[in-house]
């Protein structure tokens, strides 16, 4: 089992950066593939990002590919989204995720631990 905690998130302007953080308990993070995921209010959950085992494999949702940027340090058993040129529709609480298998999925139940989620706001 893996607990999840993320952090990073604040409030920005449009054009902005923001790094978010997840910080994985245990000793077996490397055996997981991550994922980040965003749920906008009123909205259902739906995937950004995801990373494999080794950091090698990357899958960006199209809504924002070339702006963020998925990784992970695995001696630091962290995983990380980098965002940049954030719009006010990427306003939403990220949440991370891990999953056990070994190939990267861009589902929810594909997902088998959960972080809190750390809220993201990007003013017009």
């Known amino acids: 089992q893996v607990q999840l905690v993320e952090s990073g998130g604040g409030l920005v302007q449009a054009g902005g950066s923001l790094r978010l953080s997840c910080a994985a308990s245990g000793r077996t993070f490397s055996s997981y593939c991550m994922g980040w995921f965003r749920q906008a209010p009123g909205k259902e959950r739906e995937f950004v990002a995801a990373?494999?085992?080794?950091?090698?494999?990357?899958y960006y949702s199209d809504s924002v590919k070339g702006r963020f940027t998925i990784s992970r340090n695995n001696a630091k058993n962290t995983a990380y989204l980098q965002m940049n040129s954030l719009k006010p529709e990427d306003t939403a609480v990220y949440y991370c995720a891990a999953d056990r298998t070994v190939v990267i999925h861009a589902t929810l139940d594909a997902h088998d631990y959960w972080g809190q989620g750390t809220q993201v706001t990007v003013s017009s």
């Open positions: 990373i494999s085992r080794s950091g090698g494999g990357t």
